[in-house]
């Protein structure tokens, strides 16, 4: 799109998630002007980023560039930018440029889609230890520091200590931590004992915490029990019950059934929380409504801001009904959204959005899942071939839906080979950066220097309240 036509009526939307990008498809051919900001140049089907961290698909097959997503839409022009104020006085839309340009973007309907990030629960020191996983730079970090412990497992001589490498522990027993758990057990136990002599990578050790009773806490209690035995068939040491209340670069701490236990291990990996944008408090702010303890703000049945008509808020920075934040939602608003701005400018009434619920599910591992859709709980081997179906199916273009079935069946399926495993010495030296290297005392590497949390209670939940998607 080049320059807007005067007059034509001018729509900012502020992400490119599956809430923003279905916004912009929605408004193709559209008597409107869309103009679609993002910080990344790329779409990201968030509920695969689980599979680059763990080697078996690239990251492109995953994340389209939003100019391609969106190229056969004359009204729409992408802008690579970082949103930095939201004017709702002036209509405008305040953004900075790579170069540090600052860019004013005036609007007549405002689409606010920012996502998520990670939630440490308060406590966000914990973020320098154990890393999340939401964009595909934190997918390839996460990789690149999963193949620099068994790298070093491969050199350690002292058994004590190559077993710290290959002690690998995931924090969150929901969708992404079972997904990610079961990924690097196979990891271990079956894709690279072929390939290291000197390390027996079966031997590592895999450990899940979650701070609530069940694995996947918002699953019924059936697939819940199914999924914490296939985890354990798996060689995983999955605990419940289980807060993380201390962590530095060598060891993580947590509290359990039997009290308080240091386990030493160079990864810790976070996947028990999720907070909304940093955005949606500005937009509260703005606005004059109160976010929630997730910073999530409320919109109304329309998805629109209390007391700006013309400005929504959609996907896993909203609250709307108590809906889950995952993808379904952020999808079905983005459609919805789409529809009501035609209709507007047509004239017409548009209904509540209405969300129609087709279920949850997660994979656990090679052929097992556990699916609940539309009031059918399924496992094994036919929730698998359904996981495997609708996430094809929300891949955007062809091209990677068939991409990324081929290298599954590489994968997965033919040779239990990954061609996605690559590190350079480089790479690792960076991972493995001074305080990251797993020692035992009374070694003279100093150990972190903050003290332990003084009050357990107040530990962090290994519960997750995370996504199996992005806005």
């Given at each position: 799109?080049?320059?807007n036509?005067?007059?034509?009526?001018?729509?900012?939307?502020?992400?490119?998630?599956?809430?923003?990008?279905?916004?912009?498809?929605?408004?193709?051919?559209?008597?409107?002007?869309v103009?679609?900001?993002?910080?990344?140049?790329?779409?990201?089907?968030?509920?695969?980023?689980?599979?680059?961290?763990?080697?078996?698909?690239?990251?492109?097959?995953?994340?389209p560039?939003?100019?391609?997503?969106v190229?056969?839409?004359?009204?729409?022009?992408?802008?690579?930018?970082?949103?930095?104020?939201?004017?709702?006085?002036?209509?405008?839309?305040?953004?900075?440029?790579?170069?540090?340009?600052?860019?004013?973007?005036?609007?007549?309907?405002?689409?606010?889609?920012?996502?998520?990030?990670?939630?440490?629960?308060?406590?966000?020191?914990?973020?320098?230890?154990a890393?999340?996983?939401?964009?595909?730079?934190?997918?390839?970090?996460?990789?690149?520091?999963?193949?620099?412990?068994?790298?070093?497992?491969e050199?350690?001589?002292?058994?004590?200590?190559?077993?710290?490498?290959?002690?690998?522990?995931?924090?969150?027993?929901?969708?992404?931590?079972?997904?990610?758990?079961?990924?690097?057990?196979?990891?271990?136990?079956?894709?690279?004992?072929?390939?290291?002599?000197s390390?027996?990578?079966?031997?590592?050790?895999?450990?899940?915490?979650?701070?609530?009773?069940?694995?996947?806490?918002?699953?019924?209690?059936?697939?819940?029990a199914?999924?914490?035995?296939?985890?354990?068939?798996?060689?995983?040491?999955?605990?419940?019950?289980?807060?993380?209340?201390?962590?530095?670069?060598?060891?993580?701490?947590?509290?359990?059934?039997?009290?308080?236990?240091?386990?030493?291990?160079?990864?810790?990996?976070?996947?028990?929380?999720?907070?909304?944008?940093?955005?949606a408090?500005?937009?509260?702010?703005?606005?004059?409504?109160?976010?929630?303890?997730?910073?999530?703000?409320?919109?109304?049945?329309?998805c629109?801001?209390?007391?700006?008509?013309?400005?929504?808020?959609?996907?896993?920075?909203?609250?709307?009904?108590?809906?889950?934040g995952?993808?379904?939602?952020?999808?079905?608003?983005g459609?919805?959204?789409?529809?009501?701005?035609?209709?507007?400018?047509?004239?017409?009434?548009?209904?509540?959005?209405?969300?129609?619920?087709?279920?949850?599910?997660?994979?656990?591992?090679y052929?097992?899942?556990?699916?609940?859709?539309?009031?059918?709980?399924?496992?094994?081997?036919?929730?698998?071939?359904?996981?495997?179906?609708?996430h094809?199916?929300?891949?955007?273009?062809?091209?990677?839906?068939?991409?990324?079935?081929?290298?599954w069946?590489?994968?997965?399926?033919?040779?239990?080979?990954?061609?996605?495993?690559?590190?350079?010495?480089?790479?690792?030296?960076?991972?493995?950066?001074e305080?990251?290297?797993?020692?035992?005392?009374?070694?003279?590497?100093?150990?972190?220097?903050?003290?332990?949390?003084?009050?357990?209670?107040?530990?962090?939940?290994?519960?997750?309240?995370?996504?199996?998607?992005?806005?």
């Amino acid at each position: 799109m080049g320059a807007n036509v005067a007059g034509r009526h001018q729509v900012v939307v502020v992400g490119g998630g599956f809430a923003g990008l279905n916004v912009t498809r929605a408004l193709d051919g559209a008597d409107v002007d869309v103009t679609l900001v993002d910080r990344a140049n790329h779409h990201l089907f968030q509920p695969l980023l689980y599979q680059v961290a763990t080697g078996i698909l690239p990251p492109g097959l995953i994340a389209p560039a939003l100019r391609g997503v969106v190229k056969r839409e004359r009204n729409a022009r992408v802008l690579l930018a970082d949103v930095q104020d939201l004017d709702l006085d002036r209509r405008t839309v305040g953004a900075r440029a790579p170069d540090g340009r600052l860019l004013e973007l005036p609007y007549d309907t405002l689409v606010v889609a920012a996502g998520a990030t990670h939630s440490y629960f308060g406590k966000d020191q914990f973020a320098e230890y154990a890393p999340g996983m939401k964009t595909i730079e934190d997918a390839r970090y996460l990789r690149d520091a999963i193949l620099a412990k068994f790298e070093m497992a491969e050199i350690a001589t002292d058994p004590v200590e190559r077993a710290e490498w290959l002690t690998f522990v995931v924090v969150g027993a929901g969708p992404t931590g079972v997904e990610l758990a079961g990924q690097i057990a196979e990891l271990a136990h079956t894709v690279l004992p072929r390939v290291y002599r000197s390390a027996d990578t079966r031997q590592a050790r895999i450990i899940l915490l979650e701070g609530a009773s069940a694995v996947l806490p918002p699953f019924a209690p059936k697939l819940q029990a199914y999924t914490k035995k296939r985890l354990e068939e798996m060689g995983i040491e999955v605990r419940l019950n289980t807060l993380a209340v201390d962590m530095d670069h060598q060891s993580i701490t947590v509290k359990g059934p039997d009290g308080l236990e240091t386990i030493r291990t160079g990864s810790r990996i976070w996947a028990a929380g999720v907070q909304a944008s940093p955005l949606a408090r500005m937009l509260a702010a703005k606005a004059g409504v109160e976010t929630d303890r997730a910073g999530r703000i409320p919109v109304g049945p329309d998805c629109t801001v209390p007391g700006h008509p013309e400005v929504f808020a959609i996907g896993d920075m909203v609250s709307l009904g108590k809906l889950p934040g995952v993808a379904q939602p952020a999808i079905q608003e983005g459609k919805y959204v789409g529809r009501v701005i035609r209709d507007r400018l047509a004239g017409r009434q548009t209904p509540p959005f209405k969300y129609f619920d087709k279920g949850t599910m997660a994979t656990i591992g090679y052929r097992s899942a556990v699916a609940d859709a539309f009031g059918v709980k399924v496992t094994g081997f036919p929730a698998y071939v359904m996981w495997i179906f609708i996430h094809v199916l929300y891949l955007v273009g062809w091209g990677n839906r068939f991409g990324t079935l081929y290298t599954w069946a590489r994968a997965l399926w033919l040779t239990h080979n990954r061609g996605n495993l690559l590190i350079s010495f480089q790479t690792a030296q960076r991972e493995l950066a001074e305080g990251h290297t797993p020692v035992r005392p009374p070694t003279i590497l100093p150990r972190s220097t903050r003290p332990p949390t003084p009050d357990a209670e107040e530990a962090i939940p290994g519960a997750p309240r995370e996504v199996g998607g992005t806005a």
